[in-house]
């Protein structure tokens, strides 16, 4: 069953496969198709998300385990729903005490026959760690944590074990071959005879040390692992390792689970996370498909891959998938609704608040060198380093040197405007990110001409030197993205948060309704079972937040007037300016519609929210606090400066926001009606995050999980009718319950192709028209953008007659005639 509408869910302990049974009538009724669930295999206790896996192969016991999965999937099949499953094949979690798979290789190093599932190089540059893995979990320097007693020996009765404890949370088992000293030491036959307290009275520190560097790993302080690290990490989180998913023997270990669920139908598709995090992503997706199918050859399974697409870079359709998450949907959407005369004011007004700079590029490579620099020093020279091994190869290349090339990989990642090459599938070398190099670093030109003759596959370089090589480059290019772009870039650059979110490009402030139709007619073409989304659980502003802060692009003067006031009024009291206008933004964004300025606990309950989103925000910018360093003064500060502006004394600024977001507020709901009408009539299967089908002024996560006041959602949907009161959330439900209706109905007309209907009048260029043909008939959408004149006019989401003027369909209906007001307008004929 290849899904037409799919509903995400995150499933926790708070939220499990029983609380989803009984949901699946409510979904039906609504018009879905399939629930696409987070990851469901055996995750890390407490976890809120699933994507940190300990054991891949058993479904979660703290969701309910099989027995309770496959109640699920039986109550979705009563309903006529399918299901679809996100899977977590590029890492698991480390560190603790749960991952059997990585203390196996703890404990017997390169002789488990688990080593070979982790991206573990065994012989680094450091003599120190030949043959080891290095383990960066400790919360001090090391010899500071053997000298505090935060290590410890510890043993494991029941399984026969004997490890050491580091902040009684990480635990390193000891190789078997210790087994007998220690035994010695504390006067014990068998490990089942050892006591704690005699094991840490046997041991002082020089003698725990001594036993320590015998072992497999080199316990370290966890600041060292961007330098030293020589074990891939996802991104630069020490506690969730990289998987070497192309080893066949782990592809299998990984996929057990999904395959067998798939095998015995309680599944329809899979959703690949962080896709690009993996060796060789093109071949791992056909091989993924070649399994689904070989374990069910009478289905199509859908397959779709959590993929950031760079600005002009488009899907291969030779990976085998049917697409991806649709991201990429997001951005585009977004990118229409922003009004292009807005870029540069607001752009101005930033700087000069801020004093940073206008443009994001520049932003985008000072993160970037940075986050490279920092956090990633030690995959660089494992990638420099396995370049190095190919030019010492060929006479022709053997003065090419190490720090050379350290230096012109530096510049190409700085330059790159993609998460990867894919340069072992396709060999082509990324041309434009190497001439930009090659313009920021003359001196490097050389190396850099070099490197993208490996990487094109010219020359005799040995072949399994140039793999390596380019997937250690790769891998590399791909987590500096996201931590350096989206993780640190996004959150430093304020000119208008509503475009930096996953996967947009925020240095392309809007689109043409032209633009944006040329792209969504290709996708469908391309892929016509992709993915469509404009909520997720990895999006840092809720879908309406970013709907309604579009409309600021319309009115960027009175917003600036409105913006400095602000900073004006109320002391800022040593936070930076441009950190107090984002917090403006945001407040203004996320600001609930049923929120009064005079409502003293909605208002604190706000200020918690924000205050969560504040400090996260602040720390992913890395510019006057961090995760890694804390400023805890500047912290409180930023809060206490939120807090003050929300509940303390001083009422002018919550009276005057609340004043100014009741203005707004109208064109914002107009803005998430077109969106939402978007995401449901173009080519694609949309996709609805859980409880985005009320209004979502949720913040980034964990603010986006929060749970869904599901019973509201039924009560609404059961009403029938949409409300009379566009505040509420059963306003957007109805529509999509409308559109979901009609897809299901007249399925034809959401499988043909896009095509832009020509408009004539004053108004065409703030209008998107299209039609769809089918088999019984023509699906017709009109959408209003970019109308906040006239919403904030009529003070209600509505588009009346006089906006429209003389803008007219081709057969000389005029808009203002047809909507009847409705800011998006589709009809079925």
């Not at 499990?16 to 009538?25: E, I, S």
């Not at 996100?86 to 017997?108: C, T």
């Not at 068998?190 to 020089?206: C, M, N, T």
């Amino acid at each position: 069953m290849i899904p037409t509408a799919t509903y995400r869910v995150q499933f926790h302990a708070g939220f499990t496969f029983a609380d989803a049974a009984a949901l699946a009538p409510y979904w039906a009724k609504l018009g879905i198709s399939h629930l696409y669930a987070s990851p469901i295999a055996t995750a890390r206790r407490g976890s809120t998300h699933g994507y940190d896996v300990v054991d891949p192969a058993t479904i979660n016991p703290a969701l309910g385990g099989e027995p309770g999965f496959r109640a699920l999937v039986s109550a979705l099949r009563a309903q006529g729903l399918g299901l679809v499953l996100d899977i977590v094949p590029n890492h698991v979690a480390v560190g603790g005490d749960d991952n059997a798979w990585w203390l196996d290789v703890l404990e017997k190093g390169q002789e488990s026959p688990f080593a070979r599932y982790f991206d573990i190089d065994w012989s680094p540059s450091d003599p120190e760690l030949a043959g080891k893995i290095l383990a960066p979990f400790l919360g001090k320097p090391y010899g500071e944590a053997l000298a505090a007693g935060d290590l410890r020996l510890d043993v494991e009765s029941e399984r026969g074990r004997l490890s050491v404890l580091a902040h009684e949370a990480h635990r390193f088992p000891l190789r078997s071959e210790d087994y007998a000293q220690v035994l010695a030491a504390v006067g014990a036959a068998r490990v089942e005879d050892v006591a704690g307290q005699d094991l840490a009275q046997a041991y002082d520190p020089a003698g725990l040390h001594e036993l320590l560097e015998r072992q497999h790993y080199r316990l370290a302080w966890w600041r060292t692992a961007g330098d030293a690290i020589n074990w891939r990490r996802f991104f630069d989180i020490t506690e969730l390792a990289g998987l070497r998913i192309e080893d066949p023997a782990v592809f299998d270990a990984v996929h057990a689970l999904p395959l067998r669920l798939y095998q015995d139908g309680l599944i329809d598709g899979l959703r690949v996370d962080h896709v690009d995090g993996l060796a060789d992503p093109p071949a791992y997706c056909r091989r993924l498909r070649q399994a689904l199918k070989a374990a069910d050859p009478q289905r199509t399974p859908w397959l779709v891959i959590e993929k950031i697409l760079g600005a002009g870079e488009a899907l291969s359709r030779d990976w085998g998938v049917d697409g991806t998450t649709g991201y990429e949907v997001m951005n585009e959407i977004s990118a229409l609704q922003h009004d292009p005369a807005g870029a540069a004011p607001l752009a101005r007004l930033w700087t000069s608040i801020s004093g940073r700079p206008a443009e994001f590029e520049v932003e985008e490579h000072a993160a970037r060198r940075e986050i490279l620099t920092r956090d990633f020093a030690g995959q660089l020279d494992a990638a420099a380093t396995a370049f190095h091994r190919l030019a010492v190869r060929d006479l022709a290349t053997r003065d090419v040197t190490l720090p050379a090339l350290r230096r012109a990989l530096t510049a190409l990642i700085v330059a790159f405007g993609v998460y990867r090459t894919y340069a072992a599938d396709t060999g082509l070398a990324p041309e434009a990110a190497l001439a930009k190099a090659k313009a920021a670093e003359p001196a490097s030109g050389a190396a850099l001409d070099q490197i993208g003759r490996w990487l094109s596959g010219q020359g005799e370089a040995p072949a399994d030197l140039r793999a390596e090589a380019i997937r250690r480059f790769e891998q590399l290019s791909a987590p500096v993205a996201a931590k350096a772009v989206e993780d640190t870039a996004f959150y430093r650059y304020g000119r208008l948060l509503s475009r930096n979110d996953v996967g947009f490009d925020p240095g392309r402030f809007s689109t043409s309704p032209a633009a944006f139709a040329d792209l969504a007619a290709a996708r469908g073409k391309a892929f016509p079972n992709s993915l469509l989304a404009t909520a997720t659980h990895d999006h840092k502003r809720g879908e309406d937040v970013r709907a309604r802060l579009a409309v600021l692009s319309e009115i960027p003067d009175r917003w600036a007037e409105q913006a400095r006031a602000w900073l004006d009024d109320v002391p800022l009291a040593g936070v930076d300016p441009g950190d107090a206008h984002k917090l403006h933004q945001m407040i203004v964004g996320a600001w609930p519609l049923d929120l009064d300025a005079d409502d003293a606990a909605g208002l604190a309950a706000f200020a918690d929210r924000l205050a969560d989103w504040q400090r996260k925000a602040l720390r992913e910018a890395k510019l006057r606090t961090s995760w890694t360093l804390p400023d805890e003064a500047y912290e409180t500060a930023c809060e206490t400066y939120l807090r003050g502006l929300l509940t303390g004394q001083d009422a002018r600024f919550r009276t005057s926001c609340a004043d100014f977001v009741d203005a707004i507020a109208p064109a914002g709901v107009a803005n998430s009606l077109v969106q939402t009408g978007l995401k449901l009539t173009l080519p694609g299967v949309p996709d609805l995050f859980q409880g985005a089908e009320f209004w979502d002024f949720s913040l980034v996560d964990p603010d986006n999980r929060r749970p869904v006041d599901y019973a509201a959602r039924q009560q609404a949907l059961e009403a029938g009718s949409p409300p009379s009161n566009w505040r509420a959330g059963a306003r957007k439900q109805a529509l999509i319950a409308r559109l979901l209706g009609a897809r299901r109905a007249r399925p034809d007309l959401f499988e043909a192709p896009v095509s832009v209907v020509s408009l004539q009048g004053s108004q065409a260029g703030r209008v998107l028209a299209f039609e769809r043909i089918g088999r019984t008939g023509r699906l017709l959408v009109v959408a209003a953008l970019r109308g906040a004149s006239a919403c904030m006019k009529s003070a209600a989401p509505t588009i009346e007659s006089s906006w429209w003027a003389d803008t007219a369909m081709p057969d000389g209906r005029r808009l203002g005639e047809v909507t009847a007001g409705e800011p998006f307008w589709w009809s079925a004929d």
